[in-house]
């Protein structure tokens, strides 16, 4: 008896010793440039090591502390925070093998139901909401799609449940939880998706243009590392604090790792229907299914800092962390989805673009902001002309209500161009951001600048709020972009359909490809981007996405329509080129919207 009092004694000793470990990384930042990065990787090793030693000590001991009380929600809340630990080392490193290491765990906890039997016990209720939420979010970064089908049906129900067995409790908080989860599956899931849209070799590398690619060479060549992604939008599609823009941005500057889509075999029920699977009772978790998940060849995904409507001095200063950390001959991608407010806007304008009054009278913040700013303005911007075009347009970073702290001007990035940037702004206020062109502090910046307003074929059948951002959607997963835009229902019982038109822009693709590693026009603002297969990539979508939109005849004229890079790319990939209409007029002819077009 006193020996498994020992082992209950040691059980909760550890348990108390990882919480306290736990407690000093809940609050770190789950990005790279946190400050205080080294010291969060030294606490992040420590509590690894606390919850292994946990989950060890309960895997060799399970029956004797089964004999004195363990119960099987406690198992699942260790794996569970195990799980939630290496999703967060995901976010701070970048590196898939923590986030297939999550889905492993969470997994293991749902497959084996270690919190069934929670609706006696209302914190342990909690406990099982929180996993659900934190396996959904795993499970749609690797694109399970059954799994988050099956998931999000589970977690309604639970909700359900709770609201009947506790009616003291209110549950609001959670049934805007399952809201968000329901809208932003529905979103992702409204067109098809065959491709992923993280970077994978057999659909984005294209034999053809791979040898001009090799030989590719120009003055200088910059490696792409980090990035910075955040997006604010009123009533925007999210889940908890990931948005529908940065999550489709975020999977498009990865790898696809060879394992995404992997199932696990199921396991075979005896016949009083209890899973035949020893591990199910021994707490045992097949971690080195792992080794089955990656492919060890492939390159490590740029770092990533995903914002959740920072203040502007939060952006800032992880700007200013990644500029400092950067390391020589590399780039940096910063990428702003928002809404953005002109001084020179009327009223009418403001209101279309779906701002309040509140916004619109934002302007006199702008004022008084640039007159705060004057002595800067005066000192470093006196060659470039009027320092006003600076600081007269700006971007919302949140709620309007909020004022200058989420206002984010075009002078503001200019003191961080003394390091390469690569900038994608997709707002209705990205032209404001041509203005940094020419005022660089020692770096040329390379821009991709979204429509100021979005383009459909049936503009009455499309709510915003609903789909995330065109020229987003554009750049991550252009055929669907295309489809949307001119309203064709691509389904999966098309497939034959769906193939060819792919054929047709993989086709496309590697022909741009090939002028661009030829051209002699070509801008070093984007050759030195260009041996990058993520940000070359996003240069060919940018192409098809610009040549679209400027033949895409049922619209108004007017730039703001039309997206803008700058510098500009080279005349042979121009809209009007022969290695550009004709593709974009055999795509159209083949899906039959070629009416939706204005050829030449």
């Known amino acids: ?298 390159p490590p995904n740029p770092k990533k800092a995903v914002l959740y409507r920072p203040s502007v001095t939060q952006l800032i200063a992880v700007i200013a962390t990644v500029c400092e950390e950067l390391p020589p001959e590399s780039v940096m991608l910063i990428y702003l989805s928002t809404t953005g407010n002109s001084v020179h806007s009327n009223t009418s304008q403001v209101e279309n673009n779906g701002l309040s009054r509140k916004s619109a009278m934002s302007s006199a913040l702008s004022n008084i902001y640039h007159e705060q700013r004057n002595g800067f303005c005066d000192n470093h911007v006196t060659t470039m002309g009027d320092s006003n075009q600076y600081y007269e347009n700006y971007l919302f970073l949140g709620p309007s209500r909020n004022g200058g702290s989420n206002i984010l001007f075009p002078g503001d990035l200019i003191p961080f161009t003394r390091k390469p940037l690569f900038l994608i702004i997709d707002s209705d206020n990205s032209h404001a951001f041509k203005v940094l062109h020419g005022a660089e502090r020692g770096e040329p910046v390379a821009l991709f600048l979204s429509p100021l307003k979005p383009s459909f074929n049936n503009p009455s059948g499309i709510d915003m709020t609903q789909y995330g951002s065109q020229f987003t959607f554009f750049l991550t997963a252009p055929l669907q972009a295309f489809c949307q835009l001119v309203d064709y229902n691509l389904t999966n019982d098309d497939m034959e359909t769906y193939n060819n038109t792919e054929s047709i822009l993989s086709t496309a693709f590697s022909k741009w490809e090939e002028i661009l590693c030829t051209s002699i026009e070509l801008d070093l603002a984007w050759a030195q981007l260009l041996c990058d297969p993520f940000l070359r990539r996003l240069i060919l979508r940018f192409i098809f996405c610009r040549a679209v939109l400027t033949l895409f005849c049922l619209r108004e004229n007017g730039d703001q329509y039309l997206p803008i890079c700058v510098p500009d790319l080279p005349n042979s990939v121009s809209v009007n080129s022969k290695a550009v209409q004709p593709a974009i007029t055999q795509l159209a002819r083949h899906l039959k919207v070629a009416d939706c077009f204005s050829f030449s």
Not at 208 to 232: I, Q
Not at 234 to 262: H, I
């Open 1 to 298: 008896m006193s020996r498994d009092n020992e082992v209950g004694r040691t059980f909760r000793a550890l348990v108390e010793s990882a919480e306290r470990k736990f407690a000093r990384v809940r609050d770190a930042p789950l990005h790279p440039y946190g400050g205080s990065g080294p010291q969060y990787g030294h606490f992040y090793h420590k509590v690894f090591k606390a919850y292994m030693l946990l989950w060890k000590h309960q895997q060799e001991n399970r029956a004797k502390l089964t004999e004195s009380g363990l119960q099987r929600w406690e198992i699942g809340e260790i794996a569970s925070r195990i799980g939630q630990l290496y999703f967060n080392q995901y976010l701070r490193t970048s590196e898939a093998r923590f986030l297939l290491e999550a889905y492993i765990f969470y997994e293991a906890i749902f497959n084996r139901k270690y919190f069934e039997g929670s609706s006696k016990d209302r914190g342990v209720r909690f406990k099982e909401l929180r996993f659900y939420a934190r396996f959904l979010m795993v499970s749609l970064m690797l694109n399970s799609v059954e799994m988050v089908k099956l998931l999000v049906e589970r977690f309604k129900e639970l909700v359900d449940d709770s609201k009947v067995n506790f009616r003291g409790t209110n549950f609001k908080e959670w049934r805007l939880v399952v809201q968000e989860i329901v809208r932003f599956t529905k979103t992702d899931s409204a067109v098809v998706n065959a491709k992923p849209l993280r970077y994978t070799a057999m659909f984005d590398s294209y034999p053809a243009s791979l040898p001009y690619v090799a030989r590719f060479h120009a003055k200088r060549l910059l490696k792409f590392r980090d990035a910075l992604l955040t997006s604010y939008r009123r009533n925007e599609v999210k889940f908890a604090e990931l948005t529908l823009d940065t999550f489709r941005m975020m999977q498009c500057l990865e790898w696809e790792p060879s394992g995404s889509f992997y199932q696990k075999p199921p396991v075979e029920p005896r016949e009083n229907g209890v899973p035949a699977d020893n591990s199910v009772t021994s707490g045992m978790i097949d971690i080195n299914l792992l080794a089955d998940m990656t492919d060890p060849n492939l």
